[in-house]
């Protein structure tokens, strides 16, 4: 089978939206909305409000202006969460450049011995390689000029400044376990060792990327779910996950909460997204895996 449907003017989207069901008041307003986002960007916002899949109808009283909200409100939490990824991330690098360094030596990261599974530290290399031959920074080209016969890379402090963070998070997770200075990483970030960190960055760098391409975070599925704390600290306690949860938002935003009391403990994030929320009563955070009570767990308070 081909696909075979025709492209379709402004008329034609909106004469779509209101086949399938959708309350359009603006005819005007809808077509300047729909010329500067995407029709299938903006549509998705309205699939869980759909009365029937196959047929893509919508539920009867869906209003054009509901998917505008909900876009304009993810677009707020996407900004915000991208902040937040970026405080972690740069905390992270200079943690694990910091920790690692001093406790083996500046390319510790170039030792097979250190790491649990060779093929993967091998490929972790390959990437590593690949990201310092397109870098244009300004210390990865001085450092090329002034040790052209080095055959080592540049050191950690330089290697690991430019490599991604789902790079970092391999390489973190491939860490013997038994490795000086590992667990000394999670415990900076009140995190208990081995059993958690590796998997946290996994789920933030997926976070990060949704964000980084202007993709849909509310309702979104996070398929790299992180793993909670059985018995956090106290004041880091945030009730149990609903099974049902497990791979919406809030795990994760639990998370970058959780991490923030190291990286950036004035920044207030329950109060920004009670905020957000407040600004966009239509939005039902339960979409995004939030209990009802969440704010009132002291890892929120």
């Given at each position: 089978m081909?696909?075979?449907?025709?492209?379709?003017?402004?008329?034609?989207?909106?004469?779509?939206?209101?086949?399938r069901?959708?309350?359009?008041?603006?005819?005007?307003?809808?077509?300047?909305?729909?010329?500067?986002?995407?029709?299938?960007?903006?549509?998705?916002?309205?699939?869980?409000?759909?009365?029937?899949?196959?047929?893509?109808?919508?539920?009867?009283?869906?209003?054009?202006?509901?998917?505008?909200?909900l876009?304009?409100?993810?677009?707020?939490l996407?900004?915000?969460?991208?902040?937040?990824?970026?405080?972690?991330?740069?905390?992270?690098?200079?943690?694990?450049?910091?920790?690692?360094?001093?406790?083996?030596?500046?390319?510790?990261?170039?030792?097979?011995?250190?790491?649990?599974?060779?093929?993967?530290?091998?490929?972790?290399?390959?990437?590593?390689?690949?990201?310092?031959?397109?870098?244009?920074e300004?210390?990865?080209?001085?450092?090329?000029?002034?040790?052209?016969?080095?055959?080592?890379?540049?050191?950690?402090?330089?290697?690991?400044?430019?490599?991604?963070?789902?790079?970092?998070?391999?390489?973190?997770?491939?860490?013997?376990?038994?490795?000086?200075?590992?667990?000394?990483?999670?415990?900076?970030?009140?995190?208990?060792?081995?059993?958690?960190?590796?998997?946290?960055?996994?789920?933030?760098?997926?976070?990060?990327?949704?964000?980084?391409?202007?993709?849909?975070?509310?309702?979104?599925?996070?398929?790299?779910?992180?793993?909670?704390?059985?018995?956090?600290?106290?004041?880091?306690?945030?009730?149990?996950?609903?099974?049902?949860?497990?791979?919406?938002?809030?795990?994760?935003?639990?998370?970058?909460n959780?991490?923030?009391?190291?990286?950036?403990?004035?920044?207030?994030?329950?109060?920004?997204?009670a905020?957000?929320?407040?600004?966009?009563?239509?939005?039902d955070?339960?979409?995004?895996?939030?209990?009802?009570?969440?704010?009132?767990?002291?890892?929120?308070?």
């Open positions: 081909q696909y075979i449907k025709p492209a379709r003017t402004l008329d034609g989207q909106v004469a779509l939206l209101r086949e069901g959708l309350t359009i008041d603006d005819e005007d307003e809808a077509k300047r909305q729909l010329a500067n986002i995407n029709y299938y960007r903006l549509a998705s916002y309205l699939v869980p409000l759909q009365a029937d899949k196959e047929t893509r109808t919508y539920k009867v009283g869906t209003c054009f202006e509901t998917a505008l909200e876009y304009r409100f993810d677009q707020q996407r900004v915000m969460v991208f902040d937040l990824i970026e405080r972690i991330e740069v905390s992270v690098r200079t943690r694990f450049i910091y920790t690692m360094s001093l406790n083996h030596s500046p390319w510790w990261f170039e030792d097979a011995t250190l790491f649990t599974n060779a093929l993967d530290h091998a490929k972790s290399l390959v990437t590593i390689s690949g990201e310092l031959e397109r870098s244009h300004d210390f990865i080209k001085s450092h090329r000029h002034r040790y052209p016969k080095d055959g080592r890379l540049p050191p950690v402090w330089k290697t690991l400044e430019i490599v991604t963070l789902g790079t970092l998070s391999r390489l973190y997770g491939n860490l013997r376990q038994d490795l000086a200075g590992r667990d000394e990483i999670a415990a900076y970030y009140l995190v208990p060792p081995r059993q958690y960190f590796s998997g946290w960055l996994q789920s933030l760098t997926q976070v990060r990327n949704i964000c980084a391409h202007h993709a849909r975070l509310w309702n979104r599925v996070i398929t790299a779910a992180p793993k909670h704390i059985k018995r956090p600290q106290p004041h880091l306690s945030y009730g149990r996950i609903r099974p049902d949860t497990l791979h919406k938002l809030y795990p994760a935003l639990c998370v970058i959780h991490l923030l009391f190291t990286v950036a403990p004035d920044f207030g994030l329950s109060t920004r997204l905020d957000l929320f407040a600004q966009h009563p239509n939005v955070p339960a979409a995004m895996g939030f209990p009802i009570e969440w704010r009132e767990h002291p890892l929120w308070q």
